[in-house]
């Protein structure tokens, strides 16, 4: 198995661990992770973070430096989450997380390796309000090692990492807006040698969940009782000299499905101090050889118009789903524009529109908040076998996150999201979410 993993044609993309300052209006598995941005140099798409440089690894020359060189960090989360639904039981848990990440350094800038464990412990958790994926079902406190990799630097910015580890691309991601990210075990081998083109490669054969303690096989990730199939992803990002840039990412899993990704992005800034950014994107989802997962073909078409001025970011989006099959999103969160805190507006044959506001409030000097709004809302067909209720979402974050002083580390977040739906059957949802983070250094 080890040996196919390493000659496999396509392999699962690049991970990239560096976070992204702000984003807004971008798909909610960035957004998570994200405060709110005031121009639109600062809103990252799905490309954009995936491809994103590394941070820098310290190097050292001897051996015997390793462990009292390496970093020991730990990351707590305090996590409530509510959801009412209508007809449906309530969804209620609150719990306490924490990530302990070690890192060493690179030895001869050659080889580093890292882990993080991960843990998430009830706080309060009824059997009945059971389903936040806060907690194991059941609300069932957990620890897992999610991540443990060796990362071996090949030939320049050439590098190839192993094992457990997080990745970030469109499809295929953490999707970290619970306590515990989705993580993979997987060979993945990237290259940012280039100053424009930059491209990865590897091969991804098991996840685990956000609310889970077991590594499954891809397939079953996708709820499929039949063969475990890897899945393998090649992709690349090229930027041109005025910093637009055009990527393509594709995910294949023998047997059930293969997912094509495109994305285009340009920004201007004028000498009034305003700024433009400019986008569109296109995924096609079909299924491919004894289609374990049924017959399939469907695709989508997004475009994004976004303006900035002085701390304040407007964006306008509108996606449109074929009529053949809704999207599928079985191993992380999906990179369409209007992919929200709990709709992603990707049903078949929904065409849906985003308005959404966020300001980091730089116009007031610098300070530690900064919020967004989205709204989005989708039209289905009304008749046949792909109707559906239409539905809009009314999101809402307001963040409190300061970069200086005694309080440095510490990052709070109140998420609210609305969803209303038509017709008599109509199932509507509300979401609050409380959320306090802190990072620091234990060495």
């Known amino acids: 198995m080890q040996a196919a993993v390493l000659v496999a044609p396509l392999a699962a993309l690049v991970l990239l ?33 995936a491809f994103k440089l590394p941070t820098p690894v310290r190097v050292i020359t001897e051996l015997a430096d390793l462990l009292f060189e390496s970093s020991l960090d730990l990351h707590l989360r305090n996590y409530y989450f509510g959801r009412q639904r209508d007809a449906s039981p309530t969804i209620e848990a609150w719990a306490q997380g ?3 990440q070690l890192a060493t350094p690179r030895w001869k800038d050659r080889i580093n390796l890292a882990a993080t464990l991960y843990t998430s412990q009830k706080l309060y958790g009824p059997a009945d309000k059971d389903g936040s994926k806060l907690l194991k079902p059941g609300q069932k406190s957990f620890t897992v090692l999610g991540q443990a990799y060796l990362e071996a630097r090949l030939y320049r910015s050439l590098s190839l990492k192993a094992y457990r580890q997080r990745i970030e691309l469109p499809f295929l991601n953490g999707n970290d807006a619970r306590m515990v990210p989705n993580t993979f075990e997987a060979v993945t081998l990237f290259d940012f040698s280039g100053q424009r083109f930059v491209y990865g490669l590897g091969q991804t054969w098991r996840m685990k969940k956000r609310d889970a303690t077991d590594f499954i096989s891809m397939t079953e990730a996708a709820g499929i009782d039949g063969p475990d199939r890897a899945l393998t992803t090649v992709g690349a990002r090229y930027t041109f000299a005025n910093q637009a840039n055009v990527a393509v990412v594709d995910h294949y899993n023998r047997d059930f499905m293969n997912i094509f990704y495109a994305e285009g992005n340009s920004r201007i800034r004028t000498r009034m101090g305003m700024g433009f950014q400019f986008s569109a994107q296109y995924a096609n989802q079909r299924s491919v050889g004894d289609q374990l997962g049924g017959d399939f073909d469907t695709d989508f078409l997004g475009a994004k118009l976004a303006a900035s001025y002085r701390g304040l970011l407007l964006t306008l989006a509108h996606t449109s789903t074929r009529n053949n099959a809704g999207m599928r999103n079985p191993w992380g969160g999906s990179p369409s524009y209007i992919s929200l805190m709990i709709r992603d507006f990707d049903r078949a044959g929904e065409d849906a529109w985003l308005l959404g506001l966020s300001s980091d409030f730089s116009y007031f ?10 709204y989005a809302w989708g039209d289905t067909p009304d008749n046949g076998a792909d109707a559906s209720p239409d ?18 580390g510490l990052w709070f977040r109140l998420r609210a999201a609305f969803v209303d739906q038509d017709g008599a059957n109509r199932k509507d949802l509300r979401d609050i979410r409380l959320i306090a983070n802190y990072d620091f250094s234990l060495l």
């Not at 000097?365 to 989205?374: E, H, L, Q, V």
């Not at 539905?391 to 440095?408: F, M, N």
């Open 391 to 408: 539905e809009s979402e009314l999101d809402l974050t307001l963040d409190y996150k300061p970069g200086t002083g005694v309080a440095k």
């Open 365 to 374: 000097g610098d300070n530690a908040f900064s919020g967004f709004i989205n």
């Open 17 to 49: 661990t560096g976070t992204i300052r702000h984003a807004q209006a971008s798909p909610e598995y960035i957004q998570s992770e994200q405060t709110a941005a005031g121009s639109v140099e600062d809103a990252p798409e799905s490309s954009e973070h």
């Open 98 to 100: 924490a990530g302990l």
